[in-house]
């Protein structure tokens, strides 16, 4: 990479996004991603399901369900949200949604995780560093950090990670060959991808799309650089929302 004084840290959203990276970098590092999270999934682990506590204690009622402790935090979202449809500018079609779900319950659609893993939840390409040359041209993009915002993390199932929810990898399918290489090589379990485990992704991202509306989706007065990112944030989470419960209608759960 040649002196530090040479190189520049800049997010991995930012490096893919312009262009700056190689095929091969991008494949070292999904390969590292995917060892990283293979890692986090496999090597720490919990008794029970649920938000982490701060003094490392176990809660007063702990939950042994990832299906009670999912559905859960589901519906406390789903029901804010209602709650305060006019201040997140958000209709959705709740009954559908809870008949969608209460299928899946009855189908015992999230009762296969047996482990609860620390699932770091909305960490995102944003939260990942590496190292870039000054001129961008020369590609040669290196892993410098992670940097894990983890107040949404969860004791919970891996298959909640973003990283395992993404789109648009460098082989045109997520998590990308590369990642999964990497996933398993760093102890995670391989991914078996079958209409039941789809269905189950749905409903992982129309929870993450209520984490971001809830987080963003109440207008704001002000301008600027953050303004538009909370903007694109609460579009993005709409047309999710508003996506999924079309996809989930006809979604099986068997």
Known sequence: MGPLSSTKIVSLSKARKSGALSHTDNLKIDLLLGKFFGQLHSGVQ???????????????????????????????????????????????????????????IGSFLFDDVEVPSLVWFTGS?????????????????????????????????????????????????????????GYVGGGGAPLTVFPRQKTKRMWYTFFLALVVLTKYGVPKM????????????????????????????????Y
């Open 46 to 104: 919990n008794d029970w399901y649920g938000l982490p506590l701060l003094d490392g204690e176990q809660p007063r009622d702990p939950s042994y369900s990832w299906q009670e402790t999912f559905t859960s935090l589901l519906e406390g979202l789903l029901a804010q949200i209602q709650a305060h449809s006019q201040e997140y500018e958000c209709e959705l079609p709740y009954e559908e949604i809870r008949l969608c779900l209460s299928r899946a």
């Open 125 to 181: 390409e944003d939260d990942v560093y590496i190292t870039l040359p000054s001129d961008e041209s020369s590609g040669r993009g290196a892993f410098a950090a992670v940097l894990p915002n983890v107040a949404h993390a969860l004791w919970g199932d891996p298959l909640l990670e973003c990283f395992m929810m993404e789109s648009g990898s460098v082989d045109g399918e997520w998590p990308s060959v590369a990642f999964m290489e």
């Open 222 to 253: 002000g301008g600027g650089d953050e303004e538009t990112f909370v903007r694109e944030k609460r579009k993005w989470a709409r047309d999710t929302l508003r996506t999924c419960v079309e996809d989930l209608k006809n979604a099986p759960c």
